[in-house]
């Protein structure tokens, strides 16, 4: 039987598999933050969004039993208290609300959001570019207690996929700012197609699409908000994208050219989804049903698979080609997979295991010819 982007109905049909978290449509970023249907500056989209929050650092402390104790009868000392402080490790807080952010080693340099977004003020200024390659600030939010920030802009042309241009990309920069170790000031270029809200952040061969700054002690120097620092920044995401463009149309239409064989589809799915122990199985046994693949491992290839063949957005000439294989694998991580809350859905899409399986996907698939 051709089972070439059929259903794995063995696995479940995508409906059961939609946590109620993620039920929510649209863009993560529309979901989790505010939106803006007028024009709005930086420090506009973070008083809205509620991000305009400062954040700063304070010893971590361990609550040692006797400590609490001396905590609770009211006779503890500071002395007692910076003893049991980390002499390496601070935590980071936001100051508005005292709640704790995450833990930081002694170096690590707090980037206000404010200061770590000031350069996106010029970036959709128009001072830059024409009005046809400057970008407009569409959302901001904040994720969890405040550990990451995000602003999103959006540029006002998309890529035309087609010849009639129903099937189009709108063009977006996700900026991130966090405060719990996890992370850097990020600018990540991030295409949505249109027609089905799909996420596809991908690095195309040399061009990553992002742009980082990691949170250490001379981060600030880096960030400085003269004009001339913003400039730079500025002109570094303009650059980004303009590349980045013109790679993403390049890359489209040759996965639109990549006819894959059910052999093809089958190996990708194991080489992006299979543990380093299975895919051993796999490759020995050829059968990605054998026993000795957890249950697990399948579902998931299952669930993809019925994203492949019949996922939100997929259009019947793409069937067996490499457009369709990773359209489907973007629906199944954009409308399928479950997460624990809205925002891993933001991580995993930006950064996390979404962005990650997506690009090994698209790597295995555009060695094919």
Known sequence: MNTRFMGANNYGQIGNYIS????????????CGESFKNPVLVNEALERSKAN???????????????????KKGVVTIKEIEKNAFKNRLITYR??????????????GIVQNK???????????GELADRDHT???????????????FITAKFPNPIILDNNGDDHVDM?????????????????????????????????????????????????????????????FAYKSLNLFSVYEKSLKASFEHLKNIKLAD???????????????????????K??????????????????????????????EDNGTGLALINGITTFYQNAHMYRSLNSKFRSLTEGEAKLKTQKAFELVSQLR
């Not at 970008?135 to 920030?149: S, W």
């Open 287 to 316: 059968d990605i049903n054998s026993s000795d693949i957890s249950k697990e491992s399948k579902s998931v290839i299952g669930r993809v698979k019925d994203c492949v063949a019949s996922g939100v957005g997929q259009n019947k």
């Open 20 to 31: 109620e978290k993620a039920e929510k449509q649209g863009l993560i970023w529309e979901i």
């Open 115 to 125: 200061e770590a977004f000031g350069f996106i003020d010029m970036l959709c200024s």
């Open 135 to 149: 970008p407009v600030i569409t959302n901001a939010g904040v994720l969890g207690y405040g550990e990451r920030v």
């Open 263 to 285: 052999a093809d589809l089958e190996r990708i799915l194991a080489e992006v989804y299979l543990t380093e122990r299975e895919l051993k199985i796999y490759y020995a046994t």
């Open 95 to 108: 100051t508005d609300k005292n709640v704790p952010l995450g833990i930081v080693s002694a170096s690590y």
């Open 172 to 232: 977006y920069i996700v900026f991130t700012n966090s405060h719990d170790g996890s992370g850097a000031v990020t600018g990540l270029i991030t295409p949505i197609r249109v027609w089905c809200n799909n996420t596809l952040a991908l690095a195309m061969h040399n061009n990553s699409g992002k742009f980082t700054f990691r949170h250490t002690a001379n981060v600030m120097q880096r960030l400085n908000l003269l004009n001339e620092e913003n400039r730079e």
């Open 53 to 71: 929050y400062a954040v700063s650092k304070c010893p971590m402390v361990a609550l040692t039993p006797d400590l609490c104790d001396k905590i």
